[in-house]
């Protein structure tokens, strides 16, 4: 069992930046696949990025490539998301997911624990 919980969403104007932090509980937490998703109400929920369990792989969806970055620091069992140059589609409820197998996936339902999101505003 991991549990995820999410912070460091805010308000903030176009082309700021924000890092979002996804805290894990369980000693097993650097054997996970993590991932952030975002949603805005009323629409599907959307996949960020995903980084893998040693962080040697990573994968970012196209819209926010070359914006977004997202880090791991097992040691310390939390994910990050750096999110640099923010547009106001940007705007959404972040999530933080886990994943118990080793290769990344973009389907929220290949994870497997899912923190309560962190909201995240971008004013134009």
């Known amino acids: 069992q991991v549990q995820l919980v999410e912070s460091g969403g805010g308000l903030v104007q176009a082309g700021d930046s924000l890092r979002l932090s996804c805290a894990a509980s369980g000693r097993t937490f650097s054997s996970y696949v993590m991932g952030w998703f975002r949603q805005v109400p009323g629409k599907e929920r959307e996949f960020v990025a995903a980084i893998s369990a040693s962080a040697d792989n990573i994968y970012y969806a196209d819209s926010v490539k070359g914006r977004f970055t997202i880090s791991r620091d097992n040691p310390k069992n939390t994910v990050y998301l750096q999110m640099n140059s923010l547009k106001p589609e940007d705007t959404a409820v972040y999530y933080c997911?886990?994943?118990?197998?080793?290769?990344?996936?973009?389907?929220?339902?290949?994870?497997?624990?899912w923190g309560q999101g962190t909201q995240v505003t971008v004013s134009s």
């Open positions: 997911a886990a994943r118990a197998y080793l290769n990344l996936a973009t389907r929220g339902g290949s994870y497997d624990y």
